[in-house]
């Protein structure tokens, strides 16, 4: 493909399989095996199809720079441990987690209609992307989901005054009777990191009680949350106890349940580009049909509409199932400068 010559802030419209495409391209270039390549492919792609802009196409230069700097292995093999009727274990080999949790998925769903709930542990796995991926299928297919993955350390606990959890995502899905899943994907961080990361190279401010910079104090410069500072947890000035307790939930969840590192447990310095935090995910899914006899689904879209009768006028995953139909249509939004680059990282064949 050649992209038109274009301003710095003009835009274009990528179809999403060839974008696809150029993403897997890029990741067997740059040291993964084509099975990685295409299940990052499909995480990152989709977070861009859907409007999820720090989680799609801005995080391939860290995909690139952390492969480059030795910290992942981009052919690692996962291997999937059948440890009870009702939990799967994965080694993800310190590869990443999205291919380590497709080798496992099949099997996964078997157990969940076997037994009516299972879990799937993934360990020394790298996950640096959007959650909501993980948990959608599942919906699609009856199930309900929840997971959860532990980050490096750049989230303050309450009442603490160093960084120590991860933003420590959770997702949630759920399936509805007349429509696309319930969805959420929310950081128990009063903001997700790679916000800062797009705020901070815009030269955009944040909001007071995002973060805090190197002495402690609030800030509202995402460099200096960045530089030295950390995140604060979600909640607020007098709320930041819960954001908090989640995230030391997930911690056990994520990292000690499964076996992988706490947020704080790994070091990274003798690897200069590294970006992916070497944790653990937790996936839970439930088969709703073996509860009382009631039509999950149905009982699902009566909450729906009863939230709407309150006057919530969107959805959990309704903007994102807009900008999904939207670029479907006609072709996911890029800046333009950042497709160029793209393109150039994914070989010649390409720019």
């Known amino acids: ?27 067997e270039r740059h040291g993964t095996s084509a099975e990685v390549a295409a299940a990052l492919a499909d995480n990152c792609a989709a977070a861009q199809r859907d409007g999820a802009m720090s989680h799609g196409l801005f995080r391939i230069p860290g995909y690139v720079s952390t492969l480059k700097s030795g910290w992942v292995d981009g052919k690692a093999v996962p291997v999937v441990e059948d440890k009870a009727p009702g939990f799967l274990s994965v080694d993800a080999a310190n590869g990443y987690a999205q291919p380590a949790y497709r080798a496992a998925y099949e099997a996964f769903v078997r157990k969940v209609r076997a037994n009516g709930i299972a879990l799937l542990a993934i360990r020394r796995s790298h996950h640096f992307a959007a959650l909501w991926p993980d948990v959608e299928p599942l919906a699609r297919e009856g199930l309900v989901a929840l997971t959860m993955v532990n980050s490096m350390a750049c989230v303050v606990p309450s009442g603490g005054n160093k960084a120590l959890f991860g933003t420590n995502p959770i997702a949630f899905a759920a399936p509805r009777e007349n429509g696309d899943p319930l969805v959420f994907d ?29 002495h402690g104090e609030p800030t509202t410069k ?20 819960k954001g908090s307790a989640l995230a030391m939930m997930v911690e056990l969840l994520a990292a000690a349940l499964t076996g992988g590192n706490f947020s704080f447990e790994f070091d990274w310095s003798q690897h200069p580009g590294a970006q ?15 509860t009382s006899g009631q039509n999950f689904a149905q009982r699902c879209e009566t909450l729906v509409q009863a939230m709407a009768d309150a006057g919530q006028q969107r959805q959990p995953g309704d903007r994102r199932y807009e ?25 010649p064949a390409h720019a």
């Not at 999403?16 to 897997?24: K, P």
């Not at 903001?191 to 805090?212: L, S």
């Not at 900008?323 to 070989?347: C, I, K, N, T, Y």
């Open 1 to 27: 493909m050649t992209t038109p010559t274009l301003g710095p802030t003009d835009q274009v419209l990528i179809p999403f399989d060839e974008m696809r495409a150029v993403l897997c391209q890029i990741f």
């Open 186 to 214: 929310l950081a128990t961080s009063a903001t997700a990191h790679g916000d800062i990361q797009i705020a901070a190279r815009a030269g955009h401010e944040v909001p007071i009680g995002y973060g805090v910079d190197r």
């Open 222 to 241: 995402p460099k200096e949350i960045l530089e030295g500072g950390a995140l604060l947890p979600f909640g607020g000035e007098h709320g930041a106890h």
């Open 276 to 290: 992916s935090p070497y944790t653990g995910q937790l996936i839970i899914a439930i088969d709703p049909s073996l």
């Open 323 to 347: 900008q999904r139909a939207r670029s479907m249509a006609h072709g996911v939004p890029v800046d333009a400068a950042q497709w160029q680059q793209l393109l150039e990282l994914a070989g």
